[in-house]
């Protein structure tokens, strides 16, 4: 590991390890699956760094353990797959205008319900709408590979703390059980070594008391915080937009998908320009914020947006919203913890397109 | 002869209590900041208040404070004493918090043996929403949602807080205690001492029941309150230490 620091690392261990590497120093937990391989790494890793593990009796627990840990200043983490993070929802809203970073996991199963343990990208909703009660958003970020994974669980510790905000990595069952090789680029921080916050709770020694909160029973401070955290998110909206284009250049058509589903589109778009189709691929990486203005941009020569989902179809509400009339928008989506095989959407992707040129003609 | 006021702790910030008259929280505040100051705790103290009538505590206690959504209190007492073990953390939590919704956090923070210390506030009735019933809501008491008396046929029967977790090897100090006498606040005084010191040693999980009077849902005078804790509440959660083991939690810890 030393020589190349390359390692070839299954999706949920690159996160673990990408936390440690990261100064977590806290991580909260309870068994689901198809995420039970992070909560594991983590036992075994936060021990032997001499750091916090443990597992919770709930996801409810685990994400107020968080909560409690964050005020502290401490860079803390929780993970698990979708009928716990509908749980860890209540906190989750608390978290945010509490102000506290927090680094929530996702690895997305089949639902809703118990649903299945298949790889499904059905909580987009959630994910990208706040997910709890009230005004709030998270920052929400998909990787497609497990370098992504490792790199964006960094990134998302980062962005934790620069914004105070709670940061949701969402992959899926298919994410966190492929192995691919990672490397490590950047150094590995020790919890010691994070800069110290001004706001924690640590006790009042040689300064004043502080409280964290999130009840403000006057209605006009209670507005006047919900604008401040508005005002965050016009911030963090402007700034952290990631995204990634691929053959765009001349394309008349743009299949739009993260996570597993990019990876797919990848395949089947390759196959389209293989058979001279001018298709190309957007894959938001960031999903909120949504990468609104490369949509909008794309809208000048793309005819078509065709979003591609593991799920009867959530993100191609983003795509209509950013498109804004200006394109035609359509949607295939695979729910329930199916996952389409690359031929399956080529087959619709050159339907759509052959459509679109038939339409064009006329 | 004139008499002196005591002066405020230190630990206590300049306030009005928002409390109703006659209500036990202000009482059950002041108790713990002594305790804070006189163990000299202050400055490493973390306070985690409960919802309800309670969670404006921070308003009172002069020490750093977060907020916990309701039950949820003691798995944010555990993250913050996880992550800094040195602190001193308190949650102050009412009796719905402790047994009903957060009965999952509390039984499992005890068994898991969290240096942490609860201060519970058993009124018998869910104050702040208006006197709805409590787990701990006596049988027969009326309330808004028990309006013709809690049946046990129904709604099952008080829960005993102290009682529930005395089983778990992890909760090591567990005593009831009130405020409604002179005799009873000192009691309560030294039981949360105890609590805290309990904590200092690292010796494990400590909780402190108060029977604490809320006049205005139980629609009695303050003076008529405190004697129906003595007449009627204590005659079904006895007053006294429930649990005490730490002797024996010390000689393992120590052999470990």
């Known amino acids: 590991m030393k020589k190349s620091d390359k390692r070839l690392m299954r999706g949920t261990e690159a996160i673990g390890e990408a936390a440690i590497r990261s100064g977590c120093k806290c991580y909260f937990g309870y068994p689901i699956t198809p995420q039970n391989e992070l909560t594991e790494y983590m036992a075994r890793r936060m021990t032997e760094t001499g750091r916090v593990f443990l597992q919770s009796e709930s996801e409810l627990a685990a994400i107020n353990m968080v909560m409690g840990a964050s005020t502290t200043g401490a860079r803390v983490m929780t993970s698990s797959s979708s009928p716990g993070i509908s749980l860890k929802q209540e906190g989750i809203s608390f978290i945010a205008?509490?102000?506290?970073?927090?680094?929530?996991?996702?690895?997305?199963?089949?639902?809703?319900?118990?649903?299945?343990?298949?790889?499904?990208?059905?909580?987009?909703?959630?994910?990208?709408?706040?997910?709890?009660?009230?005004?709030?958003?998270?920052?929400?970020?998909?990787?497609?590979?497990?370098?992504?994974?490792?790199?964006?669980?960094?990134?998302?510790?980062?962005?934790?703390?620069?914004?105070?905000?709670?940061?949701?990595?969402?992959?899926?069952?298919?994410?966190?059980?492929?192995?691919?090789?990672?490397?490590?680029?950047?150094?590995?921080?020790?919890?010691?070594?994070?800069?110290?916050?001004?706001?924690?709770?640590?006790?009042?020694?040689?300064?004043?008391?502080?409280?964290?909160?999130?009840?403000?029973?006057?209605?006009?401070?209670?507005?006047?915080?919900?604008?401040?955290?508005?005002?965050?998110?016009?911030?963090i909206s402007k700034r952290e937009v990631k995204c990634e284009e691929l053959y765009m250049n001349g394309a008349e058509m743009a299949v739009v998908a993260y996570g597993t589903a990019s990876r797919i589109a990848k395949a089947a778009v390759k196959k389209c320009i293989e058979k001279n189709m001018k298709v190309g691929l957007i894959r938001p990486i960031s999903l909120w914020p949504f990468p609104e203005n490369v949509i909008l941009e794309r809208t000048r020569h793309i005819d078509h947006f065709m979003s591609f989902e593991m799920s009867t179809g959530q993100m191609v509400e983003d795509v209509r919203l950013a498109v804004n009339g200006k394109a035609e928008v359509s949607v295939y989506g695979r729910p329930g913890g199916v996952v389409p095989t690359p031929a399956e959407l080529y087959r619709v992707i050159s339907r759509t397109y052959n459509k679109m040129k038939r339409e064009k003609e006329k | 002869?004139?008499?002196?006021?005591?002066?405020?702790?230190?630990?206590?910030?300049?306030?009005?209590?928002?409390?109703?008259?006659?209500?036990?929280?202000?009482?059950?505040?002041?108790?713990?900041?002594?305790?804070?100051?006189?163990?000299?705790?202050?400055?490493?103290?973390?306070?985690?208040?409960?919802?309800?009538?309670?969670?404006?505590?921070?308003?009172?206690?002069?020490?750093?404070?977060?907020?916990?959504?309701?039950?949820?209190?003691?798995?944010?007492?555990?993250?913050?004493?996880?992550?800094?073990?040195?602190?001193?953390?308190?949650?102050?939590?009412?009796?719905?918090?402790?047994?009903?919704?957060?009965?999952?956090?509390?039984?499992?923070?005890?068994?898991?043996?969290?240096?942490?210390?609860?201060?519970?506030?058993?009124?018998?009735?869910?104050?702040?929403?208006?006197?709805q019933m409590a787990p701990t809501s006596l049988l027969g008491m009326k309330t808004t949602t028990s309006p013709f008396g809690r049946d046990s046929k129904r709604d099952g029967y008080p829960?005993?807080?102290?009682?529930?977790?005395?089983?778990?090897?992890?909760?090591?100090?567990?005593?009831?205690?009130?405020?409604?006498?002179?005799?009873?606040?000192?009691?309560?005084?030294?039981?949360?001492?105890?609590?805290?010191?309990?904590?200092?040693?690292?010796?494990?999980?400590?909780?402190?029941?108060?029977?604490?009077?809320?006049?205005?849902?139980?629609?009695?005078?303050?003076?008529?309150?405190?004697?129906?804790?003595?007449?009627?509440?204590?005659?079904?959660?006895?007053?006294?230490?429930?649990?005490?083991?730490r002797k024996d939690k010390e000689k393992e810890n120590n052999a470990g």
Not at chain 1, 220 to 225: G, H, K, P, S
């Open chain 2, 159 to 245: 829960i005993k807080v102290c009682e529930l977790l005395a089983s778990l090897e992890g909760a090591v100090y567990l005593e009831r205690c009130a405020v409604n006498s002179v005799k009873s606040i000192r009691r309560t005084k030294k039981a949360l001492r105890e609590a805290f010191l309990t904590q200092m040693n690292g010796t494990g999980f400590s909780l402190v029941e108060v029977l604490s009077p809320c006049p205005t849902n139980w629609k009695l005078s303050p003076a008529a309150s405190w004697k129906w804790i003595d007449d009627v509440m204590s005659k079904h959660f006895p007053i006294g230490i429930i649990k005490d083991t």
């Open chain 2, 1 to 131: 002869m004139k008499k002196r006021r005591p002066a405020r702790p230190p630990t206590m910030k300049e306030a009005t209590y928002h409390y109703c008259p006659g209500c036990g929280h202000s009482v059950i505040h002041r108790l713990a900041s002594e305790v804070i100051d006189e163990l000299g705790i202050a400055d490493r103290a973390i306070g985690v208040p409960p919802a309800g009538c309670a969670v404006l505590a921070y308003n009172y206690f002069d020490v750093d404070m977060t907020e916990a959504p309701h039950g949820r209190a003691v798995a944010v007492a555990t993250g913050i004493k996880r992550s800094l073990p040195d602190s001193i953390v308190f949650s102050y939590q009412g009796d719905g918090d402790l047994a009903a919704i957060g009965t999952a956090e509390l039984v499992h923070a005890a068994n898991r043996g969290e240096c942490i210390t609860v201060i519970g506030v058993n009124n018998a009735v869910y104050g702040m929403t208006g006197g």
């Open chain 1, 97 to 235: 205008p509490m102000e506290l970073p927090a680094v929530i996991v996702n690895v997305m199963r089949g639902g809703p319900g118990l649903g299945n343990i298949a790889p499904s990208q059905g909580d987009y909703f959630q994910a990208t709408r706040g997910g709890g009660h009230g005004d709030y958003r998270t920052i929400v970020l998909a990787p497609a590979s497990v370098q992504e994974l490792f790199d964006l669980t960094r990134k998302a510790f980062d962005l934790a703390d620069e914004y105070r905000t709670p940061v949701l990595i969402l992959a899926d069952g298919m994410m966190g059980q492929m192995m691919e090789p990672v490397v490590f680029k950047d150094r590995p921080v020790e919890p010691e070594e994070l800069p110290e916050k001004s706001w924690t709770l640590t006790g009042a020694k040689d300064r004043p008391s502080r409280m964290i909160r999130s009840l403000l029973l006057d209605v006009n401070v209670e507005e006047e915080q919900n604008w401040r955290l508005y005002r965050k998110y016009q911030k």
